[in-house]
């Protein structure tokens, strides 16, 4: 097994195919417990990954909001008017109905 640091800082575990199956139950334990991923290699290139539930799911709901063109739009004209007006708004005052 290989740590290797990425540029946000996380450990991402680097393991053989091999390695991963006679391991699996405790990368499954470590995934989960620590929301650590792992990269799993096939003849010393990546082939898969191993993530936590949360961590699946997150990026699923990232790839949706980006392959929304309308959401995609409401997020950069509220970027605009931030970066115009510089005014901040609380949740309360976003929802307050």
Do not use: C, H, W
């Not at 199956?21 to 082939?47: C, H, P, Q, W």
């Not at 309308?70 to 605009?80: L, N, S, V, Y």
Request: charged share 40%; net charge negative; glycine share 6%.
């Amino acid at each position: 097994m290989v740590d290797i640091q990425t540029k946000g800082g996380v450990a991402v575990r680097v393991l053989a195919l091999s390695e991963a199956k006679a391991k699996l139950s405790e990368i499954v334990d470590r995934v989960d417990r620590r929301n650590e991923s792992v990269t799993i290699t096939r003849n010393g290139k990546a082939v898969a990954m191993i993530v936590s539930k949360d961590e699946y799911d997150g990026l699923r709901e990232t790839i949706e909001i980006l392959q929304d063109p309308a959401f995609m739009k409401e997020i950069r004209d509220g970027i605009r008017d931030l970066k115009r007006t510089g005014k901040r708004y609380t949740v309360d005052e976003l929802f307050d109905e």
